[in-house]
């Protein structure tokens, strides 16, 4: 069974940093895309980040890019997000997902929220 987890959460002040790692069992990343998503209290999960090792594909939201930075452990199946600047908007629970293909096909239409494989979250909260 594939499971994702993912750690490295926790309470920041705003302008603070954070890396969060999201971890793969059972399966390789060289054919898959793993994003970040997150979702704040009432609202929506919304995607964050990807990275496809098939292609090397990167994803960014506006509301991250320039502040966040996904990248890859092959040889640990881990991903990782960076996070610079943080703002007590970017409060949620952090989630990563995985899926066979690359982050173009979430960009190009597919559903993000279909990704096979989720992992249960690590909480990160933003204080002014």
């Known amino acids: 069974e594939v499971q994702l987890a993912e750690s490295g959460g926790g309470l920041v002040q705003a302008g603070g940093s954070l890396r969060l790692s999201c971890a793969a069992s059972?399966?390789?990343?060289?054919?898959?895309?793993i994003a970040w998503f997150r979702q704040a209290p009432g609202m929506e999960r919304e995607a964050v980040s990807c990275?496809?090792?098939?292609?090397?594909?990167?994803y960014y939201a506006d509301s991250v890019n320039g502040r966040f930075t996904i990248a890859g452990d092959r040889a640990k199946n881990t991903v990782f997000l960076q996070m610079k600047s943080l703002k007590p908007e970017d409060t949620a629970v952090y989630y990563c997902?995985?899926?066979?293909?690359?982050?173009?096909?979430?960009?190009?239409?597919?559903?993000?929220?279909?990704?096979?494989?989720w992992g249960k979250g690590t909480l990160v909260t933003v204080s002014s």
């Open positions: 059972v399966f390789s990343f060289d054919d898959y895309a």
């Open positions: 997902a995985a899926d066979f293909g690359s982050c173009s096909d979430y960009e190009e239409g597919d559903d993000w929220l279909g990704m096979d494989y």
């Open positions: 990275i496809s090792f098939p292609d090397g594909y990167t």
